[in-house]
């Protein structure tokens, strides 16, 4: 499936004082520890975030504003940090309940930092454009709000606006906005703790797997509901990544659920382990099956190194099913990893260089060089980067943050 999301815009964001990433599905963010995979990642799930919790609260779980604004050597005013996310078009989303006939969206926001590490929205502004040529949109700025949209045209609502509050949450329920604001509550960024797999858990809905995998348990019992095929489906990639790993379930532990794992090796031999028992490689593979499988389908799925504890030689797999993943929700990867690269379908399209660089994180593209190698197919991308070749674009000296990030369009 086409990338829903196009494009993202950062300003001012964590290590990003000023960047732009356009996406392929599956696109490959590859880069050193420390460069600034995860702040990618990050902006991602800041967005996805918004959309359900207040802005407080999603700023809260960071640490506050003067965390995740962007910081520099010197003094950094204006002290605005901003997104935008670009999407195309929205066809594939239809069981979402998203009409078919929606050309692009786009969504931007900017905030100011106060005094007191208080923080208020400057702008925000949504673009729907349809494919008979018409658009749709809203422009919040301090004095108002302008639209084109009938319930909106001429409105004071602003002035009932916290203004550390968002208003796209506020406004979804109005049809042209509802779906840009369905495809950012949709997105998930995972980083899978096994520590969190090995814990008794408390039940729950199950709909949609939390970030760290706290929820395995309720997650993986409402999949057995609602498709049991799906769960022989995870049992035999699971067994490809963890060899004789044949089954998961749940047990209950009084009002706690735990995950039961069962090795066989013979027709009656096998053994039954609970998830205290299993390897860090075993549960984050088994995480990374949830992710996939969930019932609450990801319209965007971000894996944070799914090759951390997985024996290279299950990489093929992990990559396999990232790429069969990529038929129904849009797949980004942050990986260090030439075995996840490996495969020889990876084209420059698919990847992205993230470095860091004089203290700011920069997202380039691949060299010239490198990219001739692939397009030759001298040699694949894991090739590249285990020969160390695998380098960005040489970055151009970068504009001011004002001048180079375009978060908003003027109507």
């Not at 005013?77 to 929606?102: S, W």
């Not at 691949?366 to 001739?372: A, D, G, Q, T, Y």
Request: some cysteine; overall charge neutral.
């Amino acid at each position: 499936m086409p990338a829903v999301v196009q494009r993202l815009i950062l300003k001012r964001f964590r290590s990003v004082p000023s960047g732009r990433i356009d996406f392929d599905n599956p696109t490959f963010l590859v880069g050193r520890n420390g460069s600034g995979k995860s702040n990618i990642a990050d902006a991602l799930a800041f967005l996805s975030e918004s959309m359900i919790v207040p802005l407080p609260g999603v700023f809260a779980r960071r640490g506050g504003i003067s965390v995740v604004r962007n910081r520099t050597a010197g003094r950094s005013f204006p002290p605005n940090l901003g997104l935008a996310v670009e999407c195309g078009t929205i066809d594939q989303l239809r069981e979402l309940g998203i009409r078919g006939d929606i050309e692009s969206a786009r969504y931007a926001f900017e905030i100011k930092a106060l005094a007191d590490y208080r923080f208020e929205v400057l702008r925000e502004q949504v673009i729907v454009r349809w494919k008979d040529g018409t658009k749709e949109w809203f422009d919040r700025r301090k004095g108002g709000i302008q639209s084109n949209v009938e319930p909106l045209q001429g409105s004071q609502t602003t002035q009932f606006f916290d203004p550390s509050a968002l208003a796209l949450p506020v406004f979804a329920g109005l049809h042209p906005f509802g779906s840009i604001h369905q495809v950012l509550r949709l997105m998930r960024v995972y980083s899978i703790d096994p520590s969190k797999l090995r814990e008794m858990q408390d039940p729950e809905a199950g709909d949609s797997l939390k970030p760290d995998g706290s929820n395995a348990t309720s997650v993986l019992q409402e999949i057995q509901r609602r498709s049991p095929h799906s769960i022989e489906r995870i049992g035999e990639l699971l067994s490809s990544i963890v060899p004789k790993t044949a089954r998961v379930r749940t047990v209950q532990h009084g009002k706690k659920l735990a995950l039961q794992f069962t090795q066989q090796w013979a027709e009656k031999k096998k053994l039954d382990f609970e998830s205290f028992n299993m390897s860090d490689g075993t549960l984050r593979g088994f995480g990374l099956l949830l992710a996939i499988f969930q019932k609450d389908s990801p319209s965007l799925i971000v894996v944070e190194e799914p090759e951390a504890s997985i024996h290279p030689g299950a990489a093929g797999t992990i990559l396999d099913l990232l790429r069969a993943a990529t038929r129904q929700m849009q797949v980004v990867v942050s990986t260090h990893s030439p075995e996840i690269l490996d495969a020889k379908w990876i084209e420059e399209r698919h990847l992205r260089v993230i470095e860091w660089k004089e203290g700011a994180t920069q997202i380039l593209p691949i060299s010239e060089v490198s990219r001739k190698a692939l397009n030759a197919h001298l040699m694949g991308a894991g090739e590249l980067l285990r020969s160390g070749v695998l380098e960005p674009e040489e970055p151009q000296l970068p504009a001011p943050v004002d001048v180079q990030t375009n978060l908003f369009e003027e109507l």
